[in-house]
């Protein structure tokens, strides 16, 4: 395995936010692998208004002392179906150059349209690299079930027979859930692979857990008073709002809370806009809510200061691939996590594990939940156990890190 190198291409933004809290902490610990030398490209929006040359090259720089070669090509956005097509060419191009004057082992494609430029520049290439196939989700169901492709209509079939002759192609995959294992892949349960003998793992969306160090009652109590929320039952939420993420509900479940408990506060941590003034116009007080946009880095500090923790996305056959990242954190930071059902392999987390409660979301789903998560907040050493789940099931070094790692040897020892 010595000097053996990876392309993994990525269809978002170096800076977006997914990419520097879930890409290249990957990356990262694939990099343990010894010899292993590792490509990125990434496909950047608007990228001759966002990116100077001198920051292309400072980004390269610092990339290549963490021991990763950054590439960047354009990302383009309008007349959408054909933008796409065009990236997919101008991806596929590059691949088959990078293929023509480098050694590349194995192609790690995230989601379907990284796999498409990868299989495509491969196949009209002379080396022929294995393709690591990073499904993370169901893409065409997610963009039926969201609304945006009529179901059954001729950009879903065509998307599905895409999908079905990447997978025909691929020499490995990663899925987040055992449920989307089962789906895709249920002979792999039992023996990690597919009934072509090719390697399946599940990965789900892990976490730098040191970050959140052991749950104590003297930094909660320290950090809760450094916000002014000492007196306060603190209902904490990380993410968007919007789209998958269920505003109304998340904003009755608020008004729920409320009237159960009338001291309590929301910390809101996001980067959507308008939250405030949805809260606002609910009835909520300035003094009553915290909504801002936190650094990865200082997001620990503030779940830290709450009491529970909230995940409420749109149950459909879509999300059942899903691995939302605030869970791990949410259990790092030792809250109890109220979720509603039907979301990836949540539902068998908090029941087998009893780390939260799950709710119907309805009126009474909302005060049974809340009253079911009492029990909780009042076990004894429950952050600590909490925090114990995380590591086990979610940590960055140990789980994901190992897991991509030992894929990766499967596929070199091809």
């Not at 956005?77 to 293929?99: E, H, M, P, Q």
């Not at 009491?307 to 990242?325: E, G, N, R």
């Amino acid at each position: 395995m010595s000097d053996s190198a990876t392309l993994y291409i990525c269809y978002f933004g170096l800076r977006k936010p997914l990419v520097q809290t879930q890409v290249l902490t990957y990356l990262r610990e694939i990099k343990k692998i010894d010899g292993l030398k590792i490509s990125l490209l990434t496909f950047e929006p608007e990228m001759s208004k966002r990116w100077t040359a001198a920051e292309i090259e400072s980004e390269k720089t610092k990339l290549a002392q963490q021991g990763i070669k950054w590439y960047c090509l354009p990302y383009h956005k309008r007349f959408s179906i054909l933008a796409t097509a065009y990236d997919v060419l101008n991806g596929a191009w590059f691949v088959r150059k990078t293929l023509a004057h480098e050694r590349v082992d194995v192609l790690h494609c995230r989601v379907h349209v990284p796999a498409l430029m990868g299989a495509l520049g491969r196949k009209f290439s002379r080396q022929k690299p294995r393709l690591l196939f990073d499904i993370r989700g169901f893409m065409p169901e997610e963009y039926t079930d969201a609304g945006v492709w009529p179901e059954g209509g001729w950009l879903y079939r065509t998307v599905k027979k895409v999908e079905k002759w990447l997978i025909g192609q691929a020499d490995g995959f990663v899925v987040l859930t055992e449920k989307a294992r089962n789906i895709l892949f249920p002979e792999s349960s039992k023996t990690g692979t597919d009934n072509f003998g090719r390697p399946v793992e599940v990965i789900p969306c892990c976490v730098d857990l040191s970050r959140f160090g052991q749950p104590n009652d003297h930094e909660r109590e320290r950090r809760r008073a450094e916000l002014g929320v000492s007196d306060r039952f603190v209902v904490s939420y990380v993410g968007s709002f919007g789209g998958w993420y269920l505003t109304d509900s998340m904003i009755d479940f608020f008004k729920t809370a409320r009237e159960q408990r009338p001291e309590t506060f929301l910390m809101i941590l996001t980067q959507s806009g308008g939250v405030a003034e949805r809260l606002k116009a609910a009835g909520f007080g300035e003094e009553d809510f915290f909504v801002g946009k936190v650094p990865p880095a200082e997001v620990p500090r503030y779940l830290a200061a709450a009491d529970v923790a909230i995940s409420f996305i749109k149950a459909c056959f879509s999300k059942l691939s899903s691995s939302p990242t605030k869970i791990p954190e949410y259990l790092g930071a030792g809250l109890p996590v109220i979720s509603n059902k039907g979301i990836g392999d949540i539902d068998e987390l908090i029941t087998k594990e009893r780390v939260g409660v799950l709710l119907d979301l309805d009126p009474h789903g909302y005060r049974a939940a809340l009253e079911e998560v009492e029990v909780l907040m009042e076990e004894k050493h429950f952050a600590e156990r909490s925090a114990d789940i995380a590591r086990n099931q979610f940590d960055l070094e140990t789980i994901g890190g190992e897991r991509y790692r030992r894929l990766y040897r499967s596929l070199l020892a091809m």
